[in-house]
């Protein structure tokens, strides 16, 4: 999703979200306002390597709990279908994505496959070995 479709669709679902850029110019979407005393920061550089396995991966787990990512974003949400019906494809779409809406029959029975971050629609199958 691009920015414009992340806003829109927390602005849609009267959700708060923090918006802040990283080093590199890239979004990050927090829950937590940058003074809540619950937001976990980024640990960063030497800091992260001087962590043992166990704390960093509590530190992974608290993060991710407070971020906004837009690939867990239930595809069939009617908000995310809005959002790109209103902005259109190019303006939803992020950086690396070609989003678009694709219509089912109601009695076909599908799944979401993906492959290195490429997703697409495919109908359930039987299958043996």
């Given at each position: 999703m691009s920015h414009e479709a992340i806003?829109?669709?927390?602005?849609?679902?009267?959700?708060?979200?923090?918006?802040?850029?990283?080093?590199?110019?890239h979004y990050d979407y927090c829950y937590l306002a940058p003074d809540d005393p619950d937001r976990e920061p980024p640990i960063e550089g030497e800091a992260w390597f001087e962590?043992?396995?166990?704390?960093?991966?509590?530190?992974?787990?608290?993060?991710?709990?407070?971020?906004?990512?837009?690939?867990?974003?239930?595809?069939?949400?009617?908000?995310?279908?809005?959002?790109?019906?209103?902005?259109?494809t190019e303006r939803a779409s992020g950086r690396f994505a070609?989003?678009?809406?694709?219509?089912?029959p109601e009695d076909v029975k599908y799944t979401i496959e993906e492959y290195d971050g490429a997703e697409w629609i495919a109908e359930v199958h039987r299958t043996w070995e």
């Amino acid at each position: 999703m691009s920015h414009e479709a992340i806003m829109w669709y927390h602005e849609a679902k009267g959700i708060e979200l923090y918006v802040s850029k990283d080093r590199y110019g890239h979004y990050d979407y927090c829950y937590l306002a940058p003074d809540d005393p619950d937001r976990e920061p980024p640990i960063e550089g030497e800091a992260w390597f001087e962590l043992t396995l166990k704390e960093r991966q509590k530190h992974n787990e608290a993060y991710a709990n407070q971020r906004f990512y837009d690939k867990e974003v239930d595809r069939e949400d009617p908000v995310l279908i809005e959002a790109i019906k209103s902005l259109g494809t190019e303006r939803a779409s992020g950086r690396f994505a070609k989003l678009k809406i694709v219509r089912i029959p109601e009695d076909v029975k599908y799944t979401i496959e993906e492959y290195d971050g490429a997703e697409w629609i495919a109908e359930v199958h039987r299958t043996w070995e």
